[in-house]
Nanobody, 120 residues
């Protein structure tokens, strides 16, 4: 059972940047695909982006493409979400998730989430 803990959320002005971190409790993390998701108040959870086990492949939602970057450090059991040019519509609780299957279809483990608030 992998435990995931997000950190780095907070309040930022529009146009600013934040870097979220997601630390995993187990070294098996290095073999997992990882995803970032977010959920705004009153809305369904949505996909933000994902990264494969090695960090060599990433994919992003159109809404964040060119502004957000996912990376990982398997030696530190950590995945990151660098968020630049933040907009008020990026306000949400951000979650990281781990997919042991590597297919990006079975996110079996989820963090508790970290709040990101972007003021206009």
């Amino acid at each position: 059972q992998v435990q995931l803990v997000e950190s780095g959320g907070g309040l930022v002005q529009a146009g600013g940047s934040l870097r979220l971190s997601c630390a995993a409790s187990d070294r098996t993390f290095s073999s997992y695909a990882m995803g970032w998701f977010r959920q705004a108040p009153g809305k369904e959870r949505e996909f933000v982006g994902r990264i494969n086990w090695s960090g060599g492949s990433t994919r992003y939602a159109d809404s964040v493409k060119g502004r957000f970057t996912i990376s990982r450090d398997n030696a530190k059991n950590t995945v990151y979400l660098q968020m630049n040019s933040l907009k008020p519509e990026d306000t949400a609780v951000y979650y990281c998730a781990a997919d042991p299957s590597g297919t990006y279809l079975h996110y079996a483990y989820w963090g508790q989430g970290t709040q990101v608030t972007v003021s206009s």
